[in-house]
C-alpha cells in the first residue's frame, strides 16, 4: 500500500465574535474563495460534500485529488468535516474549534489531515514511485500548510475589517 500522509494544525486569534468566526466556517464557498488549491466544493443530492483540490509536489508535478467528506459536527464550538462512509482513498478531516476569549476576540485552533491511500505509487501519478512516501508526504504537507496560512490571512481580513 502506498501511503501519502499530510497534517497541518494551528491556532489564530481573530479580532472577531465568536457567532460571526463560527457562521465564516460553516460557510462552504469561503473555502473556495479564499484558499488556494480549492477548485471547488459541492454537495451531492445525498449530504455529500466533494472537495476538489490541486496541489503542485516537486519531481511529481501538479496533482489533483477529490475527497468526500460530510459535516461530522456543527456547533458555535466545533465545525468538523470528516471522511464520508465508504471512502477508501482518499481521506480529508478538517476541524476547527473555536473559543470566545472576549466579546470580539475568538481563538480558532484549525487541524487538518489529509491521506491518500493507493495499493501502488503508480495508481496516484506516474511519477510517485521514483519521488516515494516520504517526499511527497513532506512536500503535501508544506502546501496545506502554505494553502491554510493563506485562508487564515484572507479570513482575518475579511472578519476583522
Request: glycine share 4%; proline share 2%; net charge neutral.
Amino acid at each position: 500500500m502506498f501511503t501519502i500522509r499530510a497534517a497541518y494544525s494551528d491556532k489564530v486569534e481573530i479580532k472577531a465574535a465568536l457567532a460571526q468566526v463560527a457562521e465564516f466556517f460553516a460557510d462552504i464557498k469561503n473555502f473556495v474563495e479564499l484558499m488556494p488549491g480549492i477548485e471547488s466544493i459541492h454537495t451531492d443530492g445525498k449530504g455529500v460534500i466533494h472537495w476538489k483540490i490541486r496541489a503542485d509536489i516537486p519531481i511529481v508535478g501538479a496533482m489533483q485529488q477529490s475527497f468526500s467528506v460530510v459535516l461530522a459536527e456543527k456547533s458555535d464550538e466545533r465545525i468538523e468535516w470528516s471522511p464520508a462512509a465508504g471512502e477508501r482513498q482518499n481521506f480529508l478531516r478538517y476541524a476547527v474549534d473555536l473559543v470566545e476569549k472576549s466579546a470580539n476576540l475568538t481563538l480558532v485552533q484549525i487541524a487538518q489531515t489529509v491521506e491518500l491511500r493507493r495499493d501502488s505509487a503508480r495508481d496516484l501519478h506516474l511519477l510517485a514511485g521514483l519521488a516515494g512516501e516520504s517526499i511527497i508526504s513532506g512536500e503535501m504537507s508544506k502546501r496545506v500548510a502554505e494553502m491554510i496560512k493563506i485562508f487564515v490571512r484572507k479570513m482575518r481580513e475579511r472578519l476583522e475589517n
